[in-house]
């Protein structure tokens, strides 16, 4: 084994530097060239759309008069659910949200009607024309209110959407037997995405009766497929293109202005474009799931862990998205994947309420889980007079453990050379300050694991299409989307080791139904997927340039350029391969990588971190700073250095947003906050430096020696900067995000 690939290595333009490229699309960024959904306003007879959204957040629906808006001048289509050709309802998981609201209305972003005007203002105005007549019903506030007996159902099967459970053991013997026992009770917060750009795009009718999607997406082909049903055409008539976003986190992996917009393109053939302001994406978005933990966990009095017990209950909001998925996910990281605990019980509940919908967010619910069990684990190490590193290192998972449910999984090294890494950061020597000193520094570091792929046995299929065009062009398609995480350059310097060409032989496709389907643009999955069909295409590429060769030419290999001769001579050009015929092609079509299991659970492939954290903490105001941070991180060979390293970055700073500043508070079904000039995000001016360390050996061979990395910079930060707090003050904050005034008053009553 090469102990090297194994020792953490900076990442930075000089230890990289002859991997250390620019994006391919920077260019066009930087000068404004490059097409986003916002900026498809010059199509012919072009429409503009609006939502009509609910007033309450729970209601029966008497009746909506939309007549006046219909004679409005510059109104040209006013739709309704009477006017849905086929199913009124869309959810990746579940379809159990309308498109349109017929009888009920169970949360303020459901949608009651749509129109399509020449100008954005005619169409707001239309809106406020058309009258909705509710019978208010009684709010459900919060997950406990909604599994109180007597609560309003807010779905025919009732308030508890899903359940989970882990267990092994008999816990509450462990616990007997257990020297130190500590209890925590954990929440963190409703979060938003807050993309740059919000969800929309613009839907083009053809003169076949097809449809045209462009817009903001995740997954082309899993939209198309629900559009499909809802407008009531057959699939080879919708068409979906994912255009380069402004951001997606999860947030656009579900519908957004897909249904409605193609109901007015329908209706009145021409281009309808519709693009949510702030206030709408604030309201209809998806959010992070609020989460509230429960917690117990023991060890013996040399410090090993004997039992964990952990109750979470999620906030799912009005309809299921991706909720179960979340909870599953969770309910994982929540069972302490990292460390060896002979005694479990680990369940959840996924609860309905009329607040707003919460779906898939960066971490899937990973991030809150390892707040719980981080902190947790802290505070067990206080408890048994242990260093926290010290008690990890007692009782982390060898790579040959299995995984928290018996199942089959690849590490990508030992997790102890994160935790020895992590030690010897540089951040621990930093923590310094004077009794008198209004700001107080500290230091804390947590661990993280996560996996790649949709897991437990979902359908997670890959594919891809390559193809010498007519011109010489090697053309490369995939079907998950570049929204800005930095899959093009990924798949280009994938591209030109596999296939032996250079970057200017490429034409790289993305996000376009018609193309080959590469699943959804989700789960840290794309790399794989992507290194997987170069692997498989490999050698078929090779054979299909031999034989297009001239057969006086033999021993000849890809090249960039064309086939060269031994001596790295240019022998035949790619033009010339393809001559004047019909472009060939080739697919390759699998499923995502889950083990040897018979029976997949969890995820096969994963990755890990140690993430340390300095802070300083204000003894006047309560205010925090993080000043560095510094992440070790496990997640296979670095494919694109700085995209690498952006994710695992721009992960860290989403994150610490969650820890300190983030939450949408909600009463009685209304968000309190319903726009961005009181949501405060992290900023330029809030961003610590940040050293990122990885290790890129893969243990068990180069069957996937790259690991998505898109999620990884989440998952210990939480826990990092409370602990780091702890360090500063001695007070371990509980409830995120850590709101000053409160941690200012545990300050004054530790220190009266």
Known sequence: MNTTAFTPRPLTADTFAERWQPRPDATQKVRGELRYPTDELDWPGLLHGRILRSALPHARLLGIDVERARTLPGVHAVVTAADIPAANNYGIVFRDQPVFCVDHVRYLGDALAAVAADTPEIAAHALSLIEVRYAE????????????????????????????????????????????????????????????????????????????????CQSAHRDREQLASILGLPPDKVRVIG???????????????????????????????????????????????????????????????????????????????????????????????????????????????????????????????????????????????????????????????????????????????????????????????????????????????QGNGLGNGLPDAGGARLTLTDDGRIELAFGFIEYGQGVIAAIRNLACDYLHCAPEDLDIRLGDSSGPDSGPTSASRSSIIAVEALRRLQPQWRALLTSLAPPATPGLQPGPGGLRDQSGELVISYPQLAGAGTPVTLNVHFDFPTGPDATPRGRYLQLLIATVA?????????????????????????????????????????????????????????????NLDAYLIPTLADAPEQQVD???????????????????????????????????????????????????????????
Request: net charge negative; aromatic share 4%.
């Open 243 to 449: 255009l380069a976003t402004g951001g997606g986190f999860g947030g656009k992996d579900e519908l957004t202005m897909q249904p409605a917009a193609g109901l007015l393109a329908l209706r009145t053939g021409r281009p309808i474009r519709i693009h949510f302001d702030r206030r709408e994406s604030t309201i209809a978005g998806i959010k992070r799931h609020p989460v509230e933990f429960f917690a117990r966990t023991g060890c013996d009095a040399r410090g090993r862990i004997l039992a964990h017990q952990l109750h979470a209950v999620l906030d799912t909001g009005a309809y299921a998205t991706l909720g179960p998925a979340v909870l599953t996910n969770l309910t994982d990281h929540a069972a302490a994947p990292l460390y060896r605990i002979p005694n479990i019980r680990v369940s959840g509940q996924l609860v309905h309420t009329n607040n707003g919908v919460a779906g898939a967010f960066r971490g899937f619910g990973g991030n809150q889980a390892t707040f719980a069990v981080e902190s947790q684990l802290d505070r067990l190490a206080h408890a048994a007079g242990l260093h926290p590193a010290e008690l990890r290192r007692r009782n982390l998972r060898t790579p040959q453990d299995p995984g928290v449910e018996g199942q089959t999984q690849q590490q990508p090294c030992d997790p102890r050379l994160l935790l020895d890494a992590a030690l010897q950061s540089p951040l621990w020597a930093s923590a310094s300050s004077t009794d008198d000193s209004r700001w107080v520094t500290g230091v804390g570091m947590a661990m993280g694991a």
């Open 694 to 752: 990885v290790i890129e050996g893969i243990l068990g061979g180069e069957s996937y020696p790259v690991r998505g990395i898109g999620e990884l910079g989440i998952e210990a930060i939480s826990p990092a900067i409370t602990a780091a707090i702890e360090n500063a003050i001695g007070v371990r904050p509980e409830r995120l995000p850590v709101e000053p005034t409160t941690l200012l008053a545990a300050m004054q009553e530790l220190h009266p």
């Open 137 to 216: 019903l009684p709010v459900v506030n919060d997950p406990s209110a909604a599994l109180a007996d007597g609560a309003p159902a807010l779905h025919p099967n009732g308030n508890l959407l899903d359940s989970s459970l882990i267990e092994h053991g008999d816990v509450e013997a462990a616990f007997a037997a257990c020297a130190f026992v500590v209890e925590g009770h954990y929440r963190t917060p409703r979060q938003m995405h807050v993309f740059m750009e919000t969800e929309g795009g613009v839907v083009v009718p053809d003169e076949n009766g097809g449809l045209t999607f462009r817009v903001g």
């Open 614 to 674: 300095h802070v300083a903490v204000d003894r006047l105001t309560g205010r925090i700073r993080v000043e560095r941070l510094h992440h070790i991180t496990a997640g296979g060979r670095v494919i694109h250095p700085p995209s690498y390293r952006g994710q695992i970055e721009g992960a860290a700073i989403m994150g610490m947003g969650m820890t300190l500043l983030e939450d949408v508070p909600m009463q009685d079904g209304q968000y309190l906050l319903d």
